[in-house]
C-alpha cells in the first residue's frame, strides 16, 4: 500500500523529466510513484539549477540526486558527476545504487574511498568513468596523484551533508568545490540544514533552489518497531533470549562504541550464536571480508558500531536490535533503515535503561510515533551487581540524610519568635533595630596598621 504521507501519488518517474533510459531502470527497480522529497528535487535538479534540499533520514534522497545525474550526463562522458559521501560504507552502497538505477543509461559509476589500495582504484579511474562516489579524503588523494580531474565535472553533489561537516570534513569540502573553477550544477542533500550548512552551500552555489519537505520516512512506516525494559548488566542476556528464541533470519546489533561491538561479539560467539563484529578500528579487508559473508547469507548476525548504519545495504536483513539507544535521532532511523529493505517488511527492537526514557521520547518525536514495549514474561533478570548495590544504597543514605537536614531546617524556621525586648535592659533605654553602619569586620585597628 502506497503511502500519501510519504509518496506523491500524484505523479509518476515519467511526469519528473527524466529520460527513458533512466525510467527504464526506475521500473526495473520497483519504483512507481515518487516519494515527496523525489518529486520535488528531480524536476529542479533536471533543468541544471543548484539545489539545496532537505528530507528526513530514510525518504528516498539518494535516488533523489542519483536520477537527475544519471539523467543528465550523456554516455560518452568522463568524470562528469563527483558524489561526495561521509563514510566508505555509503560510498559503496551510493555508487550500487547509481548502478542499479543507471544499468539501461551506458554510464559507468565507481567508488573511490580509503582502506582500499591505491592501485587497484587507479586502475578503475584510468578506464574514464562517468560518475565518481568517494570520501573527500580518498577523492583529494586521487586528484593529487592526476588520476581523477576537477576540471570535467559538470555535476557535484554532496550527501548527507550535516554528517560530513559534523565528522570534520569541512575544510575538505572547500578544498574541493573550490578547486572546480567551471562551478559545476552542485547539489547538496541533508536530513537537517543548519545556517552553517546553508551559508556554505551558498558560497558555491549560484541562485540555488531550496527545497524543504515534511515527508514520512518510509523506513518509519515499514518497520515493525518496539522497545524493551532491561538495566545495563542484563544487556547481553537479554539480546542471548531473544536471539534463541525468535526467528529472526538475519539480525544487525548496534552498538554505540567500538569496544561494546567487540564485547558482545565475544559474549554471543561463546554463547554458541555465531556472530562477528564490524567498526571503524578493523582493517578493510577484515570488514570486506565480513560484508561478503552478510551479503553471502552465511553470516547470522553482525554487531556493527554507528559507523557502519550509514552504509549496511543488504536485501535480507528481518531484524535490527538497538543494543544501546543512540543520542542522535537520526542514527536511530538510519539504523532501522538496514531492514525492511526491497519492500520487505522488517523488525527492530531498542534496549532501553531505566534512566534513558528521554532519549527514547525524542526519538518517537522524530519518528512521529508511539513504539510499545515488548515484554519477555520468560526472561529473568539477574541479579544486580555488588558495586551497583553499594552504590544504590550509598545514594539512598545520602537521600535520607539530605531529607534529614532538610526536616531540621524547616523545624528551626517554624520556632517562634523571641518576646519583645525589655527597653530597661539597654543602658539609656535605647534598643538596636539594626547593625552599626560600619563594622571592623573582626580586625582591630592599631597604631601600626
Not at 563514510?87 to 567508488?111: S, W
Not at 550527501?159 to 573553477?181: P, Q, Y
Request: hydrophobic share 40%; net charge positive.
Amino acid at each position: 500500500m502506497v503511502s500519501s504521507e510519504t509518496f506523491d501519488t500524484s505523479k509518476t518517474f515519467a511526469d519528473l523529466g527524466l529520460p527513458e533510459s533512466v525510467l527504464k531502470g526506475v521500473q526495473a527497480a520497483g519504483f512507481v510513484h515518487p516519494t515527496k522529497i523525489q518529486a520535488a528535487l528531480i524536476p529542479v535538479a533536471m533543468t541544471g539549477k543548484d539545489v539545496l534540499g532537505q528530507a528526513k533520514t530514510g525518504t528516498g534522497k539518494t535516488a533523489a540526486f542519483s536520477l537527475p545525474a544519471l539523467g543528465r550526463l550523456k554516455r560518452d562522458d568522463q568524470f562528469a558527476a563527483l558524489i561526495l559521501v561521509p563514510t566508505r560504507e555509503l560510498a559503496i552502497q551510493v555508487c550500487r545504487e547509481v548502478k542499479e538505477l543507471g544499468g539501461h543509461t551506458g554510464l559507468e559509476a565507481i567508488p573511490v574511498y580509503g582502506g582500499k589500495p591505491i592501485q587497484t582504484q587507479a586502475k578503475a579511474l584510468s578506464k574514464n568513468p562517468a560518475i565518481i562516489v568517494g570520501t573527500p579524503g580518498r577523492v583529494m588523494d586521487m586528484h593529487a596523484r592526476g588520476m581523477l580531474p576537477y576540471d570535467r565535472v559538470k555535476l557535484a553533489i554532496l550527501d548527507e551533508v550535516d554528517r560530513m561537516l559534523d565528522i570534520g570534513f569541512r575544510d575538505d569540502i572547500r578544498r574541493i568545490l573550490g578547486a572546480m573553477k567551471q562551478h559545476p550544477q552542485t547539489i547538496f542533500v541533508s536530513a537537517t540544514i543548519s545556517p552553517d550548512i546553508e551559508k556554505l552551500a551558498r558560497s558555491y552555489m549560484r541562485n540555488p533552489e531550496k527545497i524543504v519537505t515534511t515527508e514520512k520516512s518510509l523506513t518509519v512506516s515499514a518497520v515493525d518497531q518496539s522497545w524493551l525494559s532491561v538495566e545495563p548488566w542484563d544487556k547481553k542476556r537479554l539480546i542471548e533470549h531473544l536471539l534463541k528464541h525468535e526467528e529472526a533470519a538475519l539480525t544487525l546489533v548496534f552498538c554505540r562504541m567500538k569496544k561494546t561491538v567487540d564485547q558482545v561479539a565475544d559474549y554471543l560467539s561463546k554463547h554458541g550464536i555465531d556472530a562477528h563484529a564490524m567498526h571503524g578500528d578493523m582493517f578493510q579487508t577484515k570488514r570486506d571480508k565480513v560484508m561478503d559473508k552478510l551479503r553471502g547469507g552465511t553470516l547470522k548476525v553482525l554487531v556493527a558500531s554507528d559507523l557502519a548504519s550509514r552504509g549496511l545495504d543488504v536485501d535480507d536483513i528481518s531484524h535490527v536490535i538497538n543494543y544501546d539507544v543512540p543520542e542522535d535521532p537520526e542514527v536511530y532511523i538510519h539504523r532501522i533503515g538496514r531492514t525492511a529493505r526491497a519492500g520487505r517488511g522488517g523488525v527492530a527492537w531498542t534496549f532501553v535503561q531505566p534512566d534513558q526514557g528521554d532519549l527514547l521520547s525524542s526519538i518517537e518525536m522524530l519518528a512521529n510515533i508511539e513504539i510499545p514495549q515488548k515484554t519477555y514474561p520468560d526472561f529473568t533478570p539477574g541479579p544486580v551487581p555488588a558495586d551497583v548495590a553499594s552504590y544504590r544504597q550509598a545514594e539512598q543514605r545520602r537521600r535520607e540524610e539530605l531529607a534529614s537536614a532538610r526536616n531540621r531546617l524547616a523545624a528551626t524556621a517554624s520556632i517562634p519568635a523571641p518576646k519583645a525586648v525589655d527597653p530597661n535592659a539597654f543602658p539609656g533605654g535605647i534598643v538596636p533595630s539594626a547593625l552599626p553602619l560600619k563594622r571592623l569586620g573582626g580586625v582591630v585597628r592599631t597604631r601600626r596598621g
